[in-house]
Structure formats: structure tokens, C-alpha cells
């Protein structure tokens, strides 16, 4: 079965540095998603990705993060400089297209600690 | 407004009972796909079942079943003979065109096998 692959598992980062977390996801998928999860609550929509583009954000989105598809496979969310509110459960998501299409798949999900 | 309302934050089950986790939903397009993934302890997404608005069977994979009730707007998930390995999160979640095909979730309902 096609997977999503997220690197690293876990990172621990101090306050006001940069992070950047991995996805790869799966080749013919054409949509590619970042949520994220506090601990213990429920799974938060950050950004979708479709051709290249940023198609839709959330307000928690703000300036301080971006994504990028730079090679044609991985899919990347950078922040800027993190808070410490932005510790969570960052997960990367690929689907296929049309709301028909059944595959909805996630990454194991990378643990963000900011300290 | 919530798009997805799960009502049980946590619930108790016998081994080998089944157990049914209660999914409402909220939309005004008649295209959408409804999602159960589980999450368990370890952290990860894992896509149990997929039930599409158009889809005049209810969905079924193994011992996982969802009950879907269209004019009810319910998309209920069963498990049946629940196993030890069952305890965990479980999402309902909601795929739709006009919303980029992005999921939203629900809050999620803890489930607790016991021996």
C-alpha cells in the first residue's frame, strides 16, 4: 500500500529558531495538505497545495510559515521562528483527487517541541 | 459552525462487544466523502473507512462498518468484536469540493477496550 512519509519523527527546537518538517507524499496524489495537532485536541487544517500552489490556509497560517514542493516529491512546511504554542503534532497529508476519491492518506506525523 | 459534531468524548467497551461511535455531519453540498481514521497512542492517522455521499451501500472493511444515515446526516462507525488493540482515538472526518477537498475533523471519541 502507498505510504506518506514524514521526517523527522520528532524535533525539539528552541524558541525563535527555525524548523523545517518533511513529507513525502504519495507520487499521483495531486493534493497535498499540513494539519496539525495539539496534544489531546482535535486535528487543526493549516494549508492545502494543488499545482504548485497554496490553494487554501487557515488563519493560523500567518506569516511565519510556508510550504514548498521544491523537487517535484517533497512537501515541505517551514516555520520561522517557532513559539512555543506552535508545539504539536504537525501531520502531512496526501490525496487523490475529486471528492469521490477514496485515498485520504497521512503521515506518521512529526512531534514538534519548541523549548 | 462545527462541519463535524462527535458527541462522545470517551467510551468503555467488553472485549469482543462491538461498540458504535456516534459521527454527525454538517453540509449544504450533496458531493462529499465521510472518513474514520484511529489514532492511536503511537501518535499516527490510520484511514479505517470511507463512505461517499452518493454511495447507496454502507461502507464496510473488516470489523469496521459505518452506519450511514443520509437524511440523518450521520455516519456512524461500528466495531465489531472489539479487540484490545482497538483502544485508541478515533476521527470522523469530511471531505468536500468546495472546501479544496480538505478534511475537517471532529473532535474525536476515546475508546477504551477492556479484558
Known amino acids: 500500500e502507498p505510504e506518506v512519509t514524514q521526517t523527522p519523527s520528532h524535533q525539539v527546537t528552541q524558541m525563535g529558531q527555525e524548523v523545517i518538517l518533511r513529507c513525502v507524499p504519495i507520487?499521483?496524489?495531486?493534493?497535498f495538505y499540513w494539519y496539525r495537532q495539539i496534544l489531546g485536541q482535535k486535528v487543526e487544517f493549516l494549508v492545502s497545495f494543488y499545482n504548485n500552489e497554496i490553494s487554501e490556509k487557515s488563519e493560523i497560517f500567518d506569516d511565519q510559515f510556508s510550504v514548498e514542493r521544491p523537487d517535484g516529491s517533497n512537501f515541505t512546511l517551514k516555520i520561522r521562528s517557532t513559539k512555543l504554542e506552535d508545539s504539536a503534532m504537525y501531520f502531512c497529508a496526501s490525496m487523490g483527487q475529486g471528492v469521490g476519491n477514496t485515498e485520504a492518506f497521512f503521515g506518521q506525523g512529526t512531534r514538534l517541541t519548541v523549548v | 459552525a462545527q462541519k463535524i459534531t462527535q458527541t462522545q468524548p470517551g467510551m468503555f467497551v467488553q472485549e469482543k462487544e462491538a461498540v458504535t461511535l456516534d459521527c454527525t455531519y454538517d453540509?449544504?453540498?450533496?458531493?462529499?466523502?465521510l472518513f474514520w481514521y484511529k489514532q492511536p497512542s503511537s501518535g499516527e492517522m490510520i484511514f479505517l473507512i470511507y463512505?461517499?455521499?452518493?454511495?447507496?451501500q454502507n461502507a464496510t472493511e473488516g470489523r469496521y462498518s459505518l452506519n450511514f444515515q443520509k437524511a440523518r446526516k450521520s455516519a456512524n462507525l461500528v466495531i465489531s468484536a472489539s479487540q484490545l488493540g482497538d483502544s485508541a482515538m478515533y476521527f470522523c472526518a469530511m471531505r468536500e469540493a468546495p472546501n479544496d477537498y480538505k478534511l475537517s475533523f471532529g473532535a474525536g471519541t476515546t475508546v477504551t477496550v477492556r479484558a
Open positions: 453540509t449544504s453540498d450533496p458531493s462529499y466523502g
Open positions: 463512505q461517499g455521499s452518493y454511495d447507496q
Open positions: 507520487s499521483n496524489h495531486l493534493y
